[in-house]
């Protein structure tokens, strides 16, 4: 919603979903968070290559039931398959298990679980913000990533960007609903890598009184009757990495101008004719920018 209202409203949207051109690097990124939240259950039920195998199956046979994504269907072409599953199982290897609370202290152990452990739901200000981190040990909160952006990419501060106001949100929600505030933030990735974040009690909340804001504005919008178009906000922050373009009429009218240049996704607009018996192909008005 701070980005862009169209794309925050047709994420709301099941349907939406089937136009989406998925990227399988988020689904390693999925399958990191399998393993590592199977890797600190206190009970450890499925070992983490279990927990690997198992959420790459369920990716691929989401890629298979979807229409555009089922050019995914061999897991061990998606880029960085091995590398980041190598990298995974090792840093879940390292986990040490979690030891059983002596006798005597097993209902205090209850209750602080209660509020820690892996992806535990937490809600706030009146039901307007859920929050569910991949892990928090009741001061810290960890959230898994595949992997972190190359510096040297144009799109980098963007993706830190949003992993520290991911992280402020998460602490706002926590601070609301225990009473307590996390006292940091971290980003771990598959590599070993690690970003620590900075929780500021006032920017969290400042975070979370944006967001809120910004929802009921949308909503006030949608309700009346403001169409699709107007909901765009158009410019290399709010379209990198947008699965929705390829439904948005106003991102590809504006596509050619100067500022879209700085986008550090790659997009291509023009026409595809053709002709002749080897189906010779013509693209034109081409305009890219970025990586691919």
Known sequence: MRLCELRAALATIPE???WVLHDPRLWLGTAFHEVMKAVRSSTRTIDAQSAWNIAIARAV???LEHPLDRRYSAPERWPSYFLVRQRCLSLASEVPPRVAPPHGSQKSEVQRAAKWGAERRFE???GLLVGRPDFFDGNTIIEYKS????PAWAGASLVIDSYR????LYAAIIADASGKWPTSGRIVAASGQTLEIDLDPAQCDAEAEAAIDSLRSLNRKISSGVRPHELACVGPASCAGCP?????????????EPKMLELPDASMTGKLVAGGWAGRRHLLGRHSSGRS
């Open 61 to 63: 046979h989401a890629a």
């Open 16 to 18: 939406a979903d089937q």
């Open 124 to 126: 706030s200000h009146g």
């Open 244 to 256: 929705f373009k390829l439904v948005c009429g106003s991102f590809w009218t504006k596509l050619q």
């Open 165 to 168: 106001r991911q992280m402020r």
């Open 147 to 150: 992997n972190l952006p190359d």
